[in-house]
């Protein structure tokens, strides 16, 4: 494991909480987010989301990681044995700024999470807006998604799985531009609650939320085996 994500468990949670709760809604970082990688091993899917949220990965560094979107995805992923989370996190707030500070973060295996923007897009730094397509298919995003493909490619990448429709269409044109022959692709809603109504029949209207959120999840988990993930049968270590 790399040595930067070596962690003392034992730090206080009570103090971690204090320490950070004046940060939530604190100004966006703005810098680029790198794609979780596992440390070793073959990646056989990538999920690719939109732009690093102002709460979670825009703090916390991590795809993801904090937002209340990834919450979800996390949560997937954890059941399938594909990341590994500290058992202290449990006690946390799901926060990025929180996760930071207490200096947690995910272990991937088998699979790669990235963006389709890598950092967290705003006009006054402190408001999250969507990426413009200028942005999303601009040369140097594009070739950046591409060195991506290609180093994961490499690593054994068997399949993508997009969240939300930006990542979808902007993924489009990366392999319009650079096709990969056999890669399995399936695209799913963003598990943010915008997402998850936009998808929904009739919009979510008289739908629990608790109920789009139970029924994403299980999608989510058969669209990441479908793209070429193999569910370990051993329970994962906990770190």
């Known amino acids: ?43 056989h899917v990538l999920l690719l989301g939109e732009a690093p949220g102002p709460r979670g990965a825009d703090k916390s560094g991590v795809p993801f990681f904090g937002d209340a979107a990834g919450k979800h995805l996390y949560a997937v ?17 799901w926060d990025g700024a929180t996760f930071a500070s207490a200096q947690l973060a995910p272990i991937a295996h088998g699979i790669a ?7 967290c897009p705003t006009e006054n730094g402190t408001t999250f807006r969507a990426p413009t397509r200028v942005e999303l298919e601009g040369a140097d995003n594009i ?35 650079m096709p990969m022959d056999g890669l399995v692709r399936r695209a799913m809603a963003h598990p943010s609650a915008q997402g998850l109504l936009s998808m929904a029949p009739d919009r979510g209207r008289g739908a629990k939320m608790a109920d789009l959120i139970d029924a994403w999840k ?3 988990e058969r669209a990441i085996i479908e793209a070429g993930f193999v569910v370990a049968e051993q329970e994962p270590r906990h770190e």
């Open 1 to 43: 494991m790399d040595s930067t994500r070596v962690i003392d468990w034992r730090l206080d949670v009570g103090s971690i909480v204090k320490s950070t709760r004046h940060e939530q809604g604190s100004r966006i970082v703005g810098t680029a987010v790198l794609p979780l990688l596992p440390p070793e091993g073959p990646v």
């Open 143 to 177: 070739a950046r998604l591409t060195r991506e493909l290609m180093t994961l490619r490499a690593r054994g990448l068997r399949g993508i799985v997009t969240l939300g429709r930006v990542a979808m269409k902007t993924m489009d044109v990366v392999l319009t531009r």
């Open 218 to 220: 299980v999608k989510c």
């Open 77 to 93: 992923l954890r059941g399938m044995n594909a990341v590994v989370l500290p058992t202290s996190i449990d006690a946390l707030p």
């Open 113 to 119: 999470l990235g963006n389709a923007f890598d950092r």
